[in-house]
C-alpha cells in the first residue's frame, strides 16, 4: 500500500488547498469563491451562453451552477435573461459591475497562475496539465 504522504489523493487535495490558500491572499477582498470567479471567467470568454452551456463548459453539474449563478445574480456581477427562443433557458448575462471586474481581476489571476507555478519548470508546467487533463477524464 501507499504511503498516504504519496498517495495520489492525497497530494492532489493538498496541491487543492495550497492553490486556495493563494487565491484567497490575491482576490479575499473580492468575496469570489474560486468556482465564482472561474464563472465568471467563462463569461470574460463569451456573455449570454445559456445555464446549461456554462454548465458544459465549467464541467459544473446544473444544480452546483445554478447555485453559483444565484449569487452572482444577488451580488449583482450578473443577470438571466429569458432566452428568446426557448422559454425554458436563459441566457446568463453579466452586468457592467461584473464586466468591469475582469480588467481588476484579470491581472491578479496572471500573479496566481504565476504564484501557483512557481515551483516548476516551464517543462514540469507542461507535462503536469497534460497529466491533469487525462486525470480529468
Known amino acids: 500500500m501507499t504511503e498516504v504522504s504519496k498517495s495520489i489523493g492525497f497530494l492532489l487535495a493538498k496541491s487543492y488547498q495550497r492553490a486556495c490558500a493563494i487565491y484567497n491572499e490575491k482576490f479575499g477582498r473580492y468575496e469570489l469563491t474560486p468556482q465564482q470567479f472561474g464563472l465568471l471567467r467563462f463569461l470574460w470568454e463569451e456573455d449570454g451562453v445559456t445555464q446549461v452551456e456554462l454548465s458544459n463548459r465549467s464541467h459544473v453539474d446544473r444544480t452546483t451552477i445554478g447555485g453559483l449563478i444565484d449569487r452572482l445574480e444577488h451580488s449583482a456581477l450578473l443577470k438571466r435573461v429569458p432566452h428568446p427562443e426557448d422559454r425554458r433557458a436563459y441566457r446568463i448575462f453579466l452586468t ?21 507555478l512557481e515551483p516548476l519548470s516551464p517543462d514540469e508546467v507542461e507535462a503536469l496539465i497534460l497529466i491533469l487533463q487525462k486525470l480529468k477524464q
Open 96 to 116: 457592467d459591475a461584473g464586466k468591469s471586474l475582469e480588467r481588476e481581476l484579470a491581472p491578479l489571476a496572471e500573479e496566481l497562475h504565476v504564484a501557483i
